[in-house]
């Protein structure tokens, strides 16, 4: 770390290069909610900067004093914590990855004095090897930070929906009791690609949902200052100027989407050519469509298949379409993904037909080779996997509460409301049709049951 006037050069990486004005009116939107202590939700498709935004914050100095002030900025701490990392593993490990990633933004603040002393915590927690000892030294590591050395601490949750089939309520019960201790001088910002509201139940987020619900960010594509820079970057590491026809021709078929912007610009510095059927071919572009196709529901694949079923004629919900910028006036926003829609028609509405089947020996749910597992909450998947494992016997609201919700002290607080809606979001997740659904079936007056 060197010093130059007075002045802290934090250590270079890639998010730091990026000019201070990109996605300037996300930030400022994010901004707003922390400084008055709320939470805010960053939603948006795979590849459209989510994770380079939050480096923005984490790492871009510039950014940081573009938004707060030569002063103000320094009042703020913006902890990235990337859950990919922790994927799968126990919240206990979570907290412990929370710890050090803490640690970590210290030091590439060079903020020695502040990092040594949140080390010292760490090390007296760690040693005892018990959870609820670690999480009050993380407690004890935040109140330093925000009440002693006046700090507001933002944690930058990237890629929050890959920990979602591991979450359980004391996690946001932790994050509250955080909040209440340093009161305005901390905030979460969630990143995922759909909102916590549409994948989590609300008992299991209602100790912190007065912070953060309904503080919604949509990042859509085509930020043009991210989109220069990254253009510039990739003829720099080129050595090689994009002509102007071909960049109009990669925008045209992209609408400015971050990653596939790059990936078509890639290709052709490679092949000297945009051909959409050989483009859609490419197996990473190939790979970050299927990417953004499995995290739709099964109603909006439907309704992007069908080209709109008939002006939607079904009243499938596509808000979310909507607010994320893939559908514009009622047709696909990005040319080359209708393009691969359209070459993969066959082979994508086979895929809905595709049996759902629960795998033990990997204890997976899976419809072919999809994971449906890897997007469902924890009760989500205990209900699923329950239904599976007795198809077509019809099962009893007792018995599904008893047996879904069984870890709890007690079920007797499980509602018919709260199973109608674990029931509700599932078939969100699995149904083409929810308001029809072909696989949980309702009885009435019985229960449940699951069809193949």
Excluded at 234 to 239: A, D, G, P, Q, Y
Excluded at 337 to 343: C, G, V
Excluded at 352 to 364: A, G, M, P, S, Y
Excluded at 443 to 450: D, L
Aim: proline share 3%.
């Amino acid at each position: 770390m060197q010093q130059s006037n007075n002045r802290t050069i934090e250590p270079l990486r890639f998010e730091s290069l990026y000019p201070a004005k990109a996605w300037f009116l996300e930030i400022e939107e994010i901004l707003n909610f922390v400084k008055q202590g709320k939470s805010v939700e960053l939603v948006g498709i795979p590849g459209t900067g989510r994770s380079n935004l939050l480096g923005l914050l984490s790492y871009n100095r510039g950014a940081r004093i573009a938004h707060l002030g030569e002063e103000g900025y320094k009042k703020f701490h913006f902890v990235w914590i990337n859950l990919s990392e922790v994927k799968r593993k126990p919240q206990s490990e979570l907290v412990k990855f929370i710890f050090i990633t803490l640690i970590d933004s210290l030091g590439a603040r060079a903020m020695k004095n502040k990092k040594a002393k949140v080390e010292e915590i760490f090390a007296s927690a760690n040693k005892m090897n018990d959870e609820m000892v670690l999480f009050q030294g993380l407690k004890k590591a935040i109140d330093y930070l925000a009440l002693e050395k006046d700090l507001t601490i933002v944690f930058l949750s990237d890629r929050f929906e890959e920990y979602v089939p591991m979450l359980t309520s004391d996690f946001f019960t932790t994050l509250r009791s955080i909040r209440n201790r340093v009161k305005y001088k901390f905030s979460v910002v969630f990143s995922l690609t759909r909102p916590l509201e549409e994948v989590l139940e609300p008992e299991m987020y209602s100790d912190f949902a007065e912070f953060f619900e309904g503080n919604i960010i949509y990042l859509k594509f085509g930020d043009v200052e991210s989109l220069n820079f990254r253009i510039k970057h990739l003829e720099k590491i080129n050595k090689n100027k994009l002509p102007k026809n071909v960049l109009d021709q990669v925008l045209k078929l992209t609408s400015g989407h971050g990653k596939l912007t790059r990936l078509c610009i890639e290709y052709w510095f490679l092949n000297n050519n945009l051909v959409k059927g050989q483009l859609i071919s490419d197996k990473k572009i190939e790979n970050l469509f299927t990417e953004t196709w499995n995290y739709l529901t099964p109603s909006e694949q439907e309704f992007l298949l069908e080209s709109g079923i008939k002006n939607n004629e079904l009243g499938i919900d596509t808000s979310y379409l909507e607010n994320v910028g893939l559908l514009q006036k009622e047709k696909i926003a990005i040319p080359l993904f209708a393009e691969f829609i359209k070459e993969n028609m066959n082979e994508l509405k086979k895929n809905e037909n595709l049996k759902i089947v629960f795998d033990q020996e990997k204890n997976e749910i899976k419809k072919g080779e999809s994971i449906l597992s890897d997007f469902l909450t924890k009760y989500e998947f205990k209900l699923l996997k329950l239904l599976l494992q007795n198809e077509d016997k019809i099962l009893d609201r007792e018995e599904i509460i008893s047996r879904v919700w069984g870890d709890q002290a007690s079920t007797a607080g499980v509602t018919d409301q709260a199973l109608d809606q674990l029931i509700f979001r599932l078939r969100k997740k699995t149904e083409e049709n929810p308001n029809e659904p072909r696989y949980i079936q309702t009885v009435k007056g019985r229960g449940f049951k699951f069809t193949s």
